[in-house]
Antibody, heavy 124, light 107 residues
Framework: QVQLQQWGAGLLKPSETLSLTCTVYGGSFGGYYWSWIRQPLGKGLEWIGEINSGGSTNYNPSLKSRVTISVDTSKNQFSLKLSSVTAADTAVYFC??????????????????WGKGTTVTVSS | SSELTQDPAVSVALGQTVTITCQGDSLRSYYASWSQQQPGQAPVLVMYGAYNRPSGIPDRFSGSSSENTASLTITGAQAEDEGDYYCNSRDSSGKGVFGTGTKVTVL
């Protein structure tokens, strides 16, 4: 049973850098897209970005200038950094495992394992 | 457009059937997946590849897809099915995208 355990600082001041790490337990690291998603309180889910085991990244254009996702395959970990945070970045941040593929006529993509979430508050 | 649109809220009587939908241009190329989120919890995948249930998801959940619309149907809704449901796909540029979310209430 694959599990994702995430951690990082929960309280930041404006202009600081958010840093979260997610460790993958109980499964292989290759063949998946290791993803970060966030959810402001009372609002919907927002896809932040992803990285594969080879280190290729894919970011939400609205956050791309501030986001870095990295991977350490030796530790089965992937990490999120979001620079120059503001109050608008206050949210619950989730790590998740993504899978993409293609059938005969359609592509498919899903997030099948999620971390429990980390609440990040940005306040002066 | 890279958006996925869902109805904000639906209600269903206990034991009855409810269908929630997700519309977006990307669904003409990508199968949607569906996740259920209960208050204070991480989302849980309930449907992927439009029609496939992960292990452990009850068979009262079913999915379908047509044109630019994906649907999730709960047949014989139970109290534990209450929660927020999000569809998920990639957009035309390959970025991940979530639907706006549907709150399901079981009466």
């Amino acid at each position: 049973q694959v599990q994702l355990q995430q951690w990082g600082a929960g309280l930041l001041k404006p202009s600081e850098t958010l840093s979260l790490t997610c460790t993958v337990y109980g499964g292989s690291f290759g063949g998946y897209y290791w993803s970060w998603i966030r959810q402001p309180l009372g609002k919907g889910l927002e896809w932040i970005g992803e990285i594969n085991s080879g280190g290729s990244t894919n970011y939400n254009p609205s956050l791309k200038s501030r986001v870095t996702i990295s991977v350490d395959t030796s530790k089965n970990q992937f990490s999120l950094k979001l620079s120059s945070v503001t109050a608008a970045d206050t949210a619950v941040y989730f790590c998740a495992r993504g899978f993409s593929g293609r059938s005969i006529i359609f592509y498919y993509y899903y997030l099948d394992v999620w971390g429990k979430g980390t609440t990040v508050t940005v306040s002066s | 457009s890279s958006e996925l649109t869902q109805d904000p809220a639906v209600s269903v009587a206990l034991g009855q059937t409810v269908t929630i939908t997700c519309q977006g241009d990307s669904l003409r190329s990508y199968y949607a997946s569906w996740s259920q989120q209960q208050p204070g919890q991480a989302p849980v995948l309930v449907m992927y590849g439009a029609y496939n249930r992960p292990s452990g998801i009850p068979d009262r959940f079913s999915g379908s897809s047509s044109e630019n619309t994906a649907s999730l149907t709960i047949t014989g809704a139970q109290a534990e099915d209450e929660g927020d449901y999000y569809c998920n796909s990639r957009d035309s540029s390959g970025k991940g995208v979530f639907g706006t979310g549907t709150k399901v209430t079981v009466l």
